[in-house]
């Protein structure tokens, strides 16, 4: 469990979602904005979840007699990140989301800066939820617990945390504004500015120690 809730981590620095935070809170309404981007993203994103558990809990991949698939699991995942970490490492420009190239990506990222910076709150709910498409570590977090075989109630205990750890840039700027407004768009913003400064060192650092930790436990698991 310890290695879904590392991938939880990882995925949760994401800029994107601090970059909505910071148009949100320049909204009118901001809480309820917050709110509702949120509602949408952890909804659908608990919705993938459990579908995916529920998919693999039923594979035949998963009900295998070979107690390694964890263990492989567990290695391709860590694979994964270290390569993340190399390329950024070795000078490739780090993207926090896949993005198209070219003019559809800008039209692309035209259309979430508007979205996010709309008045509507179901406008603010459609954003989270489009932005909760789920990525490569949720997946490969979502396959190590439907692995681990629990009850179904533990399963969606564990999304529900792993959802919570991983939209914690859209809650903790949400719980801070109830208690201190401008401090939380200030610091939100510096957040922001912070991460963008910083994003290489950011993903080859937690790229490399989560990718390294899963690699090591699964190539242990393995012998």
Known sequence: MTDVFLLAVVASLDAGLVAAAVVLLGRPRPARKLLAYLAGAMGCS?????????????????????????ALIEVVAGILLLLVAVAVWWGRAPQWRPRRRGHEDSERK?????????DSLWIAWAAGALYSLPGVYYVAGMALLAKL?????TDV?????????MFAAIE???????????RTRSATGRLNAWMTRHKRTL????????GAYLFVSGLIDLH
């Open 149 to 153: 075989d629990r009850p179904v109630s």
């Open 46 to 70: 608990f919705a993938f979840g459990l579908v995916i558990v529920l998919v693999l809990h039923g594979s035949t991949l998963l009900r295998g007699p070979s107690p390694s698939t964890t």
């Open 172 to 182: 903790l700027p949400l719980l801070g504004f109830l208690v201190a407004p401008e």
């Open 110 to 118: 035209g259309l979430s800066e508007r979205a996010v910076g709309h």
């Open 157 to 165: 205990l564990a999304i529900a945390g792993f959802n919570v750890i």
């Open 203 to 210: 993903v080859v650092t937690v790229a490399g120690v989560g």
